[in-house]
Structures are given as structure tokens and as C-alpha cells.
């Protein structure tokens, strides 16, 4: 599955941004955001499982962050709100091609990735 993320950009302290994942190609059981901030790990932002529809949040996340998905789109989308300085980060959406009940909102249960779309929380 191919992914191609947008909607980053430059955004003032308490603003919003909606960033979007087109996905093309072979069906995914999941697909998830995730966040790298300079010279820090890569972390989870939301997992969605296309099976039931459900959402996971990260805690950092959790009261300001939306994910949703339009399968007639087939596309994701993460609304962020009340955006703080430390949300900047390049922001990376990832679909997972393989079935699995154990797997998690982690980084390596992921096997797709996209490019990666640059969010940045400044005044």
C-alpha cells in the first residue's frame, strides 16, 4: 500500500491543523499516525483497526487529537487541536498489510509507511 500524507505546515500556539493519509494499493488492517519530534524516538499518536473501527490514543494525544477515516476515500485524517510547541514534529502515517490480533499501536507492528508531513507549533 502506497501513502501519501499532507496538511502539515506552521501553526501559532493553541491552533489547529488536519492532516490527511491517501492511501492506494492493497487493503491494510490498520493504519495509524505517528510523531517524530528532533532527536526523539518515534512515538504513536492514534492506531485505527479497520475490522471494528476502533481507535487508540497515545496519552499525550488523548482530548486533542481526532483520528478518523473516509473509506470511500480511502483516507485517514488527524485533526489536531489546541497545538503546543512541544506537538511539532514530523508527523507520519503507517498501515499495517498483515492480519494480527496481538499486534499494538506500535511503530513495529507497522509495515507500511509514508513520508512523512512536517507539523510545526511556533509562534
Known amino acids: 500500500v502506497q501513502l501519501q500524507a499532507s496538511g502539515g505546515g506552521l501553526v501559532q500556539p493553541g491552533g489547529s491543523l488536519r492532516l490527511s493519509c491517501a492511501a492506494s494499493?492493497?487493503?491494510?488492517?490498520?493504519i495509524a499516525w505517528f510523531r517524530q519530534a528532533p532527536g526523539k524516538k518515534r512515538e504513536a499518536v492514534s492506531c485505527?483497526?479497520?475490522?471494528?473501527?476502533?481507535?487508540e490514543y497515545s496519552d499525550s494525544a488523548k482530548g486533542r487529537v481526532t483520528a478518523s477515516r473516509d473509506n470511500a476515500k480511502n483516507t485517514a485524517y488527524l485533526d489536531l487541536n489546541s497545538l503546543k510547541p512541544e506537538d511539532t514534529a514530523v508527523y507520519y502515517c503507517?498501515?499495517?498489510?498483515?492480519?494480527?490480533?496481538?499486534?499494538?499501536?506500535?511503530?513495529?507492528?507497522?509495515?507500511?509507511w509514508g513520508q512523512g508531513t512536517l507539523v510545526t507549533v511556533s509562534s
Open positions: 485505527i483497526t479497520v475490522r471494528d473501527e476502533s481507535i
Open positions: 494499493g492493497q487493503d491494510y488492517y490498520a
Open positions: 503507517a498501515a499495517r498489510t498483515y492480519f494480527s490480533l496481538l499486534a499494538g499501536c506500535v511503530a513495529e507492528s507497522f509495515d507500511e
